[in-house]
């Protein structure tokens, strides 16, 4: 387990070099949850983690994953007004392009069939089963939906609620941790200075002073 908190290291650093406030966003708080929670459980390790850990764990990676999603594509929205086709743009961490993406969706049936039609191509050899027709069906049919699907089942987890006060509590305990950090980093700074001029004092000399020593006889 880690003996200090990288989250707490990493603004120390920051925090000498440039001035940093607070931003008012949903993934920045979920993200500073996530990380007291990662540095208090073993995520390199989660089969020995308790229960309500790993539900922790679950619900805040789930909560992460989802605003940090909508802030990627907010600044996604920003990047393409910015960026020109096919010429990377470089930052700290990686670089993106401008590039295209290409979608289909078929027109009106109607028109497709007729035009295929046209072109000599039987509608039967295109014409696909509608699901939605087929249930409407089933209710009226002694047919079992086993019978026209191909059914498999499969389980995963669902986050089901969030304790929004319980998160709030703790993140609150973390900006206070962090706040309180930096007031003893600034003091310890100060107390540096304070040294370095001392010892400057001590060890430099005005160039015109003269020494004299004596001889002994």
Same mark, same amino acid.
């Given at each position: ?44 390790? /989660? =089969?020995? &983690? *308790? ?10 990676? $789930?909560?992460?994953? !989802?605003? #940090? ?68 069906? /089933? =209710?009226? &049919? *002694? ?10 089942? $499969?389980?995963?987890? !669902?986050? #089901? ?57």
């Amino acid at each position: 387990m880690p003996t200090s908190s990288p989250l707490v290291e990493a603004h120390e650093v920051a925090s000498d070099t440039s001035d940093r406030e607070e931003p008012d966003i949903p993934v920045y708080a979920d993200a500073l949850l996530l990380i007291d929670a990662l540095e208090r459980y073993d995520p390199t390790d /989660l =089969e020995a &983690t *308790e229960t309500p850990a790993l539900v922790n764990l679950y619900t805040l990676l $789930s909560d992460v994953q !989802r605003n #940090a999603n909508d802030l990627r594509q907010e600044v996604r929205a920003v990047l393409l007004d910015r960026l020109h086709h096919d010429q990377p743009v470089s930052g700290q961490y990686g670089s993106v392009q401008r590039t295209s993406r290409r979608n289909r969706a078929l027109k009106d049936d109607e028109e497709v069939l007729t035009l295929l039609e046209d072109a000599g191509i039987d509608r039967e050899r295109v014409t696909t089963v509608d699901a939605s027709k087929v249930d409407e069906a /089933l =209710e009226v &049919t *002694e047919l079992a939906e086993s019978d026209v699907y191909d059914i498999t089942e $499969s389980e995963y987890v !669902r986050k #089901a609620e969030v304790d929004e006060e319980t998160k709030q509590s703790r993140l609150q305990g973390l900006k206070d941790q962090l706040a309180a950090t930096d007031e003893n980093t600034e003091e310890l700074q100060q107390e540096i200075e304070e040294l370095e001029a001392r010892i400057d004092d001590l060890t430099s000399f005005d160039a015109g002073t003269t020494f004299h020593t004596t001889s002994q006889e």
